[in-house]
């Protein structure tokens, strides 16, 4: 399985607004589809990755691998803790539709963190 990981940055200031917040949305050539919401009011980070491959894809022989393969994947002690460390945390969730990979930090910690959440998706 190929998984591709983005990361864009955006000038949203000329973006229309949906209600109160501003969205931006665009479409990677492989169909990838982003969108960028900025919020300013609280300096936090929050991004992440839904992936439409869920536990309905496992073979009939191996139920529950789409959560086996993401509890391992996402499993790596060290990395976590130097994420704590920094006030940042990762999550994973499977369903029977998508698998939900999750991260935040503190917006000053951003940097640091993402090599860290890039190190945990590329181990």
Request: no cysteine; proline share 5%.
């Amino acid at each position: 399985m190929k998984i591709l990981i983005a990361i864009v940055l955006i000038n949203i200031s000329s973006l229309p607004v949906y209600g109160a917040i501003p969205v931006q949305s665009s479409k990677l050539k492989n169909g990838m589809e982003l969108l960028l919401i900025k919020d300013k009011s609280i300096p936090l980070l929050q991004f992440g990755m839904i992936l439409k491959n869920g536990s309905t894809s496992d073979p009939m022989a191996k139920a529950g691998l789409t959560h086996l393969t993401m509890a391992t994947w996402m499993e790596n002690p060290a990395l976590e803790d130097q994420a704590a460390l920094i006030g940042g945390e990762f999550q994973h969730f499977t369903s029977p539709d998508y698998v939900l990979v999750a991260a935040s930090v503190f917006s000053e910690k951003r940097i640091e963190f993402l090599d860290i959440f890039l190190k945990l998706l590329t181990q």
